[in-house]
């Protein structure tokens, strides 16, 4: 939808961060059956409609100062990089100082490193494929080298049958719910802004007055995706911050995303050879286009505080809190 109404490059696909909200907040914690909570994010992806068939969502994104674009371009690069160096097992989780160095001598880290050097001196050699290569060749080592089991090739797709207009609209619209439906409303709104204003930038989409043109059709296909994944059985459907990487491989208009789509359908059927990549096999990829996101804050006027402060609290609240929405609110 995004590539063919919008013809921009960036893909749709379930939100992970409103997916463990739908998840251990709606179900588990607050006892909702899954039915209902599919029921909510359908009623918050209408409201997502509305408000975009009416450009509201346009007029929201657009009132962001450019400065803040700029910052969210590199929260977004700087989140990319906490998830590339966490899959890569280069960071992980302490009790004693919240984050901290993993084993460096273990298999995953030592690939993903080669295998970023590999990127970055493939892409200053203008190698086309830079990003796609590197995952590819750290993924065929790890499973030489028996770090990674290979999957097999083709198995058939899971039905559709159990989640397929399974939502409950009725038991979402109880009183008790109204919070829910807002709480994925707002969240999605502002991921979603927060995601491709970064993207756009990245891909020298921005207009002169730094607004995105057709940025009524990208809200509108967004929308409609949300609407189609609760019918389909999953939660919010947003633009996904990933999408910078097809940019940095050369994406610029929606046959990037339909390819990725067409791609994503062939995966259905290909899902063991997607499942035998590891994580860290595309850390590097990630960890790539973190950098060539963060070149944002180069055009930050660093000599006025009142822009060098909302702009590193921005940049600095996605990674931290794990949330593109968060940082946006804190600037």
């Keep these: ?5 919008a013809n921009y490059p960036i893909a749709l696909a379930p939100g992970m961060g409103l997916n463990a909200f739908f998840t251990y907040t709606v179900v588990l914690h607050m006892g909702h059956s899954w039915q209902v909570a599919l029921g909510a994010v359908f009623i918050s992806a209408v409201m997502f409609f509305i408000l ?13 100062p450019l400065p803040l674009r700029s910052a969210i371009a590199a929260g977004i690069g700087l989140f990319l990089a906490l998830i590339a160096l966490h899959n890569a097992g280069i960071v992980v ?22 295998g970023f050097f590999l990127i970055v001196a493939l892409d200053h050699l203008k190698v086309r494929g830079a990003v796609l290569i590197g995952i590819l060749a750290v993924t065929l080592v790890s499973i030489a080298l028996g770090f ?8 058939m797709p899971p039905s559709l049958a159990p989640t397929f207009m399974q939502l409950d609209i009725m038991g ?29 930038k990245r891909a020298g989409l921005m207009g002169k007055d730094g607004h ?10 967004d929308s409609t995706a949300a609407m189609a994944g609760s019918l389909l059985g999953t939660s919010t459907t947003t633009s996904y911050i990933e999408s910078a990487a097809g940019v940095s491989a050369g994406g610029r208009t929606g046959l990037t995303a339909v390819v990725v789509a067409v791609l994503f359908l062939l995966a259905l059927f290909f899902a063991p050879l997607a499942g ?8 590097p990829a990630l960890l790539f286009v973190a950098v060539l996101m963060a070149s944002g804050l180069a055009e930050i006027d660093w000599d ?19 949330s593109i929405a968060n940082g946006i609110a804190f600037g």
């Design 276 to 283: 035998s990549v590891p994580a860290f096999a595309t850390a």
């Design 93 to 114: 989780s302490n009790p004693a100082t919240i984050i901290g160095m993993g084993d460096l001598k273990q298999p995953a880290p030592v690939l993903a490193t080669l």
């Design 212 to 221: 995105m043109p057709k940025m009524g059709r990208a809200l509108i296909a």
């Design 52 to 64: 975009s068939i009416f450009r509201i969502r346009e007029w929201i994104i657009n009132s962001i």
């Design 148 to 155: 990674t089991p290979f999957g097999g090739v083709v198995s």
């Design 172 to 200: 979402a619209l109880d009183v008790g719910l109204v919070s829910i439906i807002f709480a994925f409303l707002f969240v999605d709104i502002f991921d979603n802004s927060g995601t491709l204003i970064g993207v756009a």
């Design 304 to 322: 006025d505080i009142t822009i060098a402060a909302p702009v590193v609290i921005t940049a600095l609240a996605m990674p931290f809190t794990y």
């Design 1 to 5: 939808m995004m590539g063919l109404i």
